[in-house]
């Protein structure tokens, strides 16, 4: 049997899926048909998976969402970030909006990768420190996704030399 400590540890990660699976849902919504509308719906399943593992393994409920602040203290608040980005409610279009939720989703999964380690290192079930260091990993691994996205549309995408394919400087061969 668990204790109080580790059922209060896992119904803080599984509210913290939830609302991470749902803001994932709607920034894949918004991105449309697209690589990046691509890699939200990957993060939204993703979600989905940790709430089945973490439901599924230890029975802990799945209703969680209606949970306020208070009761969980140190869940990141992804409503908040996004309407501070301007991107609440598709306030923000276009390339902006990508970046924008996708610097959400890097603070979002840096919380998590933060939170599941904090946890694991708390709690004494060797069960559920493993599940937790199994999220975190996975947790890196979608920071990792959402890193190389921001780096590709930080990087100019082969920009047009206008000289031939030589730079004005290149001595003739």
């Not at 079930?125 to 930080?154: M, N, P, V, W």
């Amino acid at each position: 049997m668990l204790d109080r400590n580790v059922i209060e540890i896992l119904k803080v990660a599984l509210a913290h899926e939830e609302r991470a699976k749902t803001f994932y849902e709607g920034l894949a919504r918004r991105q449309g048909d697209n690589p990046a509308g691509d890699l939200f719906a990957f993060l939204a399943e993703e979600e989905d998976g940790h709430i089945r593992k973490l439901s599924a393994k230890h029975g802990i409920s799945a209703s969680v969402a209606a949970w306020g602040e208070k009761v969980l203290p140190y869940m990141i608040d992804l409503d908040r970030l996004a309407w501070e980005e301007g991107i609440e409610a598709g306030g923000a279009e276009g390339p902006d909006a990508l970046r924008k939720g996708l610097l959400v989703a890097k603070k979002a999964e840096a919380h998590a990768i933060a939170f599941y380690h904090q946890a694991g290192k708390a709690v004494e079930d060797r069960e559920t420190g493993e599940l937790l260091s199994q999220l975190e990993s996975e947790e890196r691994i979608h920071l990792a996704k959402i890193e190389a996205f921001l780096k590709d549309l930080e990087e100019p995408r082969g920009a047009i030399n206008r000289s031939g394919g030589r730079h004005e400087d290149d001595e003739p061969d």
